[in-house]
């Protein structure tokens, strides 16, 4: 089957509709390479499933499909390498309040909720909602041209207090796109168990290696004995294009766990979004030939980003080996103290400000649109970055 990934869809309705979080957030002039969601048509399995689900035509609370339990735990073998098991999903409406939630069962209030920057800018937020101590460690810049972010342990085990309980972790990382090497992974579990820490393991882009032949290992597959102590969140959202359907799973094998992160959810998130859980289940199902078909777009898309950078004095960026998000260091590109305002009011190119990631002097790229659309951005951005 051959899927469009080149015709631009047009996310700007005239009439106000539908409105775009990404493309109305700014004005009509600017192009938005900003917000993680993507410019393409989701998969055709999943527009069929929907199309049966609005034919039905009641929407009520729904519960969550055994056969999508099963789907998952399918994809999870075929993909991972990781037998898990139904009853092991906690299905929820987004990653974002699976941090939150995990913030509430899993410690008490004061205690250290501690991540590793840059990150994604809701991880920032989660110890301050809930009333915890928040806690960061910065991963290790590249050193010279070609080299990756990495993990720095010692800064990481240097920002663990006694208060310490949760690590919130992002495998493979937003905003840099690292895939973590296996001797990351394990000076990491092993830190973890010593300090008896809880992980939420945020594994929304595991979907989107951009190598070829790699495949991605769960943490907690990874190290078994890390399991009873760790939640794994996925979606279809990153992969698929569905994030506004508000569908997520937590993973989480050890029983105890999974009764405190239910009881913390109570009252607080809403049941299954009905139409998220019907287009999770087609794409888990139906959608791997689509999902290949991206990686190779996306895989272009980085070979275009990467070619014009280096064109671009003063700018740093280790390709991203995995999603269509890339981290650009900006620093010095003689751009003033916001870049991100600099190239939205001087290009007309709207991307992520790095100090909502805790790295001001970067932006986050999103190269998750059509190469007429991301052409188009990269021609405004070379007027201001070649001057």
Same mark, same amino acid.
């Given at each position: 089957?051959?899927?469009?990934?080149?015709?631009?869809?047009?996310?700007?309705?005239?009439?106000?509709?539908?409105?775009?979080?990404?493309?109305?957030?700014?004005?009509?002039?600017?192009?938005?390479?900003?917000?993680?969601?993507?410019?393409?048509?989701?998969?055709? #399995?999943? +527009?069929?499933? &929907?199309?049966? *689900?609005?034919?039905?035509? @009641?929407?009520?609370?729904? /519960?969550?499909? !055994?056969? %999508?339990?099963?789907?998952?735990?399918?994809?999870?073998?075929?993909?991972?390498?990781?037998?898990?098991?139904?009853?092991?999903?906690?299905?929820?409406?987004?990653?974002?309040?699976?941090?939150?939630?995990?913030?509430?069962?899993?410690?008490?209030?004061?205690?250290?909720?501690?991540?590793?920057?840059?990150?994604?800018?809701?991880?920032?937020?989660?110890?301050?909602?809930?009333?915890?101590?928040?806690?960061?460690?910065?991963?290790?810049?590249?050193?010279?041209?070609?080299?990756?972010?990495?993990?720095?342990?010692?800064?990481?085990?240097?920002?663990?207090?006694?208060?310490?309980?949760?690590?919130?972790?992002?495998?493979?990382?937003?905003?840099?796109?690292?895939?973590?090497?296996?001797?990351?992974? #394990?000076? +990491?579990?092993? &830190?973890?168990? *010593?300090?008896?820490?809880? @992980?939420?393991?945020?594994? /929304?882009?595991? !979907?989107? %290696?951009?190598?070829?032949?790699?495949?991605?290992?769960?943490?907690?597959?990874?190290?078994?004995?890390?399991?009873?102590?760790?939640?794994?969140?996925?979606?279809?959202?990153?992969?698929?294009?569905?994030?506004?359907?508000?569908?997520?799973?937590?993973?989480?094998?050890?029983?105890?766990?999974?009764?405190?992160?239910?009881?913390?959810?109570?009252?607080?998130?809403?049941?299954?979004?009905?139409?998220?859980?019907?287009?999770?289940?087609?794409?888990?199902?139906?959608?791997?030939?689509?999902?290949?078909?991206?990686?190779?777009?996306?895989?272009?898309?980085?070979?275009?980003?990467?070619?014009?950078?280096?064109?671009?004095?003063?700018?740093?960026?280790?390709?991203?080996?995995?999603?269509?998000?890339?981290?650009?260091?900006?620093?010095?590109?003689?751009?003033?103290?916001?870049?991100?305002?600099?190239?939205?009011?001087?290009?007309?190119?709207?991307?992520?400000?790095?100090?909502?990631?805790?790295?001001?002097?970067?932006?986050?790229?999103?190269?998750?649109?059509?190469?007429?659309?991301?052409?188009?951005?990269?021609?405004?951005?070379?007027?201001?970055?070649?001057?």
């Amino acid at each position: 089957m051959v899927f469009d990934f080149a015709t631009p869809v047009e996310r700007r309705h005239p009439s106000g509709s539908w409105p775009s979080q990404k493309w109305h957030h700014y004005g009509d002039k600017v192009l938005p390479l900003w917000v993680a969601d993507m410019d393409f048509v989701s998969p055709p #399995a999943v +527009l069929e499933a &929907l199309h049966a *689900r609005v034919e039905h035509g @009641v929407f009520g609370y729904g /519960l969550v499909p !055994d056969s %999508l339990r099963e789907t998952v735990c399918a994809w999870s073998a075929q993909h991972y390498g990781w037998a898990i098991e139904p009853e092991w999903q906690q299905w929820l409406p987004g990653v974002v309040p699976a941090l939150h939630l995990a913030s509430m069962a899993l410690t008490e209030p004061g205690d250290g909720v501690l991540t590793v920057t840059p990150i994604y800018p809701p991880f920032l937020k989660v110890a301050e909602r809930t009333g915890r101590t928040p806690q960061q460690a910065c991963m290790r810049e590249p050193a010279a041209p070609g080299e990756t972010w990495c993990l720095d342990l010692e800064a990481l085990e240097a920002a663990i207090t006694p208060r310490t309980r949760l690590l919130l972790w992002c495998h493979p990382h937003n905003p840099t796109g690292r895939v973590w090497e296996r001797d990351e992974l #394990a000076g +990491l579990a092993e &830190l973890v168990e *010593r300090h008896d820490l809880y @992980v939420v393991s945020d594994e /929304l882009h595991c !979907d989107l %290696l951009l190598e070829e032949g790699a495949s991605h290992v769960p943490l907690a597959a990874a190290f078994p004995a890390l399991a009873e102590r760790t939640i794994t969140l996925w979606a279809p959202s990153k992969t698929f294009n569905l994030a506004g359907l508000t569908t997520a799973c937590a993973v989480i094998p050890d029983p105890e766990l999974r009764r405190r992160f239910a009881a913390a959810a109570k009252g607080l998130v809403p049941d299954g979004n009905v139409l998220g859980l019907a287009a999770a289940e087609a794409a888990y199902g139906q959608g791997e030939a689509w999902r290949q078909a991206l990686l190779e777009v996306l895989r272009d898309h980085r070979r275009r980003l990467v070619e014009r950078v280096a064109h671009w004095p003063g700018v740093g960026m280790a390709p991203p080996q995995s999603t269509y998000l890339a981290w650009l260091d900006l620093r010095k590109a003689g751009l003033g103290e916001s870049p991100q305002r600099a190239l939205l009011e001087r290009a007309g190119v709207a991307l992520s400000d790095g100090a909502d990631f805790g790295h001001p002097g970067f932006v986050r790229l999103n190269f998750g649109t059509t190469a007429t659309q991301l052409d188009a951005a990269l021609a405004r951005l070379d007027k201001v970055l070649k001057a």
